[in-house]
């Protein structure tokens, strides 16, 4: 069953279907190595300058934990709400918005779902980097579709 878009975003349907499409194959695990990487790339994108935060290092150490089987659902939850208070506390709407990326990428390992919202958000972070305009959000919606297909599907 596709997915929804929880945020308002200037999108392209037709490849936020593609990646859901793919997204709907996917382990947990996979979907996890895709959210946390798309979050690195968000974070690139608009040149994050507080990347070795101990809030968001530790978000991504226990989304890799849960991964292998080494962290507890729990930890991964309370792990993406810190990121999410760290995102509510920044003044930049664009900042506060990839962050958004990082903290549902981080919670990818509670729930799969937040994978797609996390994508959501980062095409969220091209909206406000690029006001309308949609050849900047196909060009990250293509991103995405290639990076998640071109991770090797494992389980733990």
Same mark, same amino acid.
């Given at each position: 069953?596709?997915?929804?878009?929880?945020?308002?975003?200037?999108?392209?349907?037709?490849?936020?279907q593609?990646?859901?499409?793919?997204?709907?194959?996917?382990?947990?695990?996979?979907?996890?190595?895709?959210?946390?990487?798309?979050?690195?790339?968000i974070?690139?994108t608009?040149?994050?300058?507080?990347?070795?935060?101990?809030i968001i290092?530790t978000?991504? *150490? %226990?989304?890799?934990?849960w991964?292998?089987?080494?962290a507890?659902?729990?930890? =991964? #939850? !309370?792990a993406?709400?810190?990121i999410?208070?760290l995102?509510?506390?920044?003044?930049?709407?664009?900042?506060?918005?990839?962050?958004?990326v990082?903290?549902?990428?981080?919670?990818?390992?509670?729930?799969?779902?937040?994978?797609?919202?996390?994508?959501d958000? *980062? %095409?969220?972070?091209?909206?406000?980097?690029?006001?309308?305009?949609?050849?900047a =959000? #196909? !060009?990250?919606?293509?991103?995405?579709?290639?990076?998640?297909?071109?991770?090797?599907d494992?389980?733990?």
């Open positions: 069953m596709a997915t929804r878009t929880k945020i308002r975003i200037l999108d392209d349907a037709e490849l936020r593609l990646l859901d499409i793919e997204y709907e194959k996917s382990s947990q695990i996979k979907l996890c190595k895709y959210a946390l990487s798309l979050a690195e790339h974070l690139t608009i040149g994050y300058s507080d990347t070795d935060n101990p290092k978000g991504f *150490a %226990v989304n890799e934990s991964q292998r089987g080494k507890r659902m729990h930890d =991964v #939850r !309370q993406g709400f810190q999410h208070q995102a509510k506390e920044q003044q930049n709407p664009i900042t506060q918005a990839a962050l958004r990082v903290g549902q990428a981080v919670a990818t390992g509670h729930m799969r779902e937040h994978a797609m919202v996390s994508s958000y *980062a %095409v969220k972070v091209i909206n406000l980097l690029f006001p309308d305009d949609i050849n =959000v #196909r !060009q990250e919606r293509l991103w995405q579709i290639d990076h998640m297909t071109s991770i090797k494992t389980t733990v």
